[in-house]
C-alpha cells in the first residue's frame, strides 16, 4: 500500500495536489446527492424547405434562426456499465409542467440507485426525449478528468495567477496527450468525443479548483458539403459547500462551426441534497452531514 501511495503521489505535478484530492472526493460523493438544473439553450434552427427567392433576398446570404428553450430538471450522477454520468428527470419544458418537483426528485434518487442499467440510461437521456438540438452533457463530470492516475495523460503548464471576483486562484493550462476521457455531445444520437485542451483556476489559498475551461475539436464528416471543423469550448464553475462538498453552481458550452453558432447551453444548479435509501428514500441538505476529509497530500 505504501509502494502504490507512493507511486500515485509521483503521478502528480507540483501544485495539483488538492485538485487531484477533490477529484477523488466528489467521485465518492456524486451519487449520493441530486438537485436542481435549469437549462436555457439557443439552437439553430434546421434550414427550411428550399422557398425560391427573388429580388435582392435572392442575392443575400439568408440569416440564421435561433430557437430558445428552458429545461428545468432534477439532477445527480449516476454510475453505467462502470461509466460516470449525468442523469436527469425533466421536470418542465418552456414552463410546461411534465413532472411534479417531489415525484420526479424521488424517481430519479431511485434510477440513481437502481441496479438495472436500461433505467438509468433512460436518465441519461431524458433531455434528448424533450427535443433539445444539439445536447450536451457530462460537463459537471469534468473534475473527474482530473484525479490522481489521470494527471498524467495532461501536458501541464503554469500560467500565473488571476483574481475571480473575491478568490485570488493560480491557473494552470492543459493540454490532452494520452486516454479517451472527454464529455458528450449528441449529434444525431451519436456520441462526438476529442481530446481536451482548456485551463483550469485553483483557489490559490487551498488549491481547491473553482473554474475549469476547455475546448475540442471535431473533424467534419468527409461526406459533408461543409468540412470545417465543429468547435465545442465550455466552462464549469465549482464553490465548496459550508461542509465542504465541492459542486457545480454553473457550466456554460458553446458549438460552433467557423463563425457560425450552432448551439449554446447556459446550466445552473442549486439546492443540492443528499439521499439515502436504506429503507426509504429520504433527502437531507448537502450541509447536515460532513462529507469525506481529503486525504492529506503526500510528500
Known sequence: MIAVALWMAAQIPP?????????????????????????????????????????????EEPKPEYREREIQSEFGYASVGGQWHEARQVESVDGRTVAQRGKARTKLAMGIRSDDDLVKRRLLEDLERHGLEGSATDFTLTLLLFR??????????????????????????????AGDEAFTIFDKREALRSALKGRIWLRKKDGVPIKIEFAALTPADEKAEDR?????????EYMPSPSGTLLPVAALHRRSRGRLLIAENN?????????????EIKFTPVDEEPAPAAAPAKP
Not at 495536489?17 to 436555457?40: D, I, M, S
Not at 495532461?154 to 471576483?165: M, P
Not at 470545417?228 to 464549469?236: E, K
Not at 446550466?267 to 429503507?279: A, P
Request: glycine content about 6%.
Open 228 to 236: 470545417t471543423p465543429l468547435l465545442d469550448m465550455a466552462r464549469v
Open 148 to 177: 490522481a492516475s489521470h494527471l498524467q495523460k495532461y501536458r501541464w503548464k503554469r500560467l500565473g495567477e488571476e483574481r475571480l471576483g473575491v478568490d485570488a486562484t493560480t491557473v494552470f493550462e492543459f493540454d490532452q496527450i
Open 15 to 59: 501544485g495539483l495536489e488538492r485538485l487531484a484530492e477533490e477529484a477523488e472526493v466528489f467521485a465518492q460523493a456524486a451519487t449520493k446527492v441530486v438537485g436542481e438544473e435549469t437549462l436555457r439553450q439557443k439552437a439553430l434552427k434546421p434550414p427550411p424547405r428550399f422557398r425560391p427567392r427573388i429580388g435582392q433576398s435572392a442575392l
Open 267 to 279: 446550466f445552473s444548479y442549486g439546492n443540492f441534497k443528499r439521499f439515502s435509501t436504506d429503507s
